[in-house]
Nanobody, 123 residues
Framework: QLQACGGGLVQPGDSLRLSCAAS????????IGWFRQAPGKERDWVSC????????YYADSVKGRFTISRDNANNMVYLQMNNLKPEDTAVYYC??????????????????WGQGTLVTVSS
């Protein structure tokens, strides 16, 4: 089971750190992705981190502002979001697939999903 948390209401330019926690399995062996879904829109890929080499990948819209990272000791994956913009407003989901590597951008490439956490960027 995955659980995403850390969302909230922030102003443009602020930062947030989302967390993705796993229970029942060890995230070390999984590629983890973050997706987001704005109201009335499809769920879009944001970022992912490979299971094998730890490489990270980002959507162009967040590159340079968001950072994905692992904390294997605590079985967590984080998404640090800086310089948030109103267009970042969405429900953010984390997802996992065992042994995944490379830029996994499609929803069907993941086997496990968290419940989502809402990020609202507004002045």
């Amino acid at each position: 089971q995955l659980q995403a948390c850390g969302g909230g209401l922030v102003q443009p330019g602020d930062s947030l750190r989302l967390s993705c926690a796993a229970s029942g399995f060890t995230l070390d062996y999984y590629a983890i992705g973050w997706f987001r879904q704005a109201p009335g829109k499809e769920r879009d890929w944001v970022s992912c981190i490979s299971s094998t080499d730890g490489r990270t990948y980002y959507a162009d819209s967040v590159k340079g502002r968001f950072t994905i990272s692992r904390d294997n000791a605590n079985n967590m994956v984080y998404l640090q979001m800086n310089n948030l913009k109103p267009e970042d407003t969405a429900v953010y989901y984390c997802a996992a697939v065992i042994g995944g590597w490379g830029p996994l951008k499609r929803l069907d490439q993941y086997d496990y999903w968290g419940q989502g956490t809402l990020v609202t960027v507004s002045s």
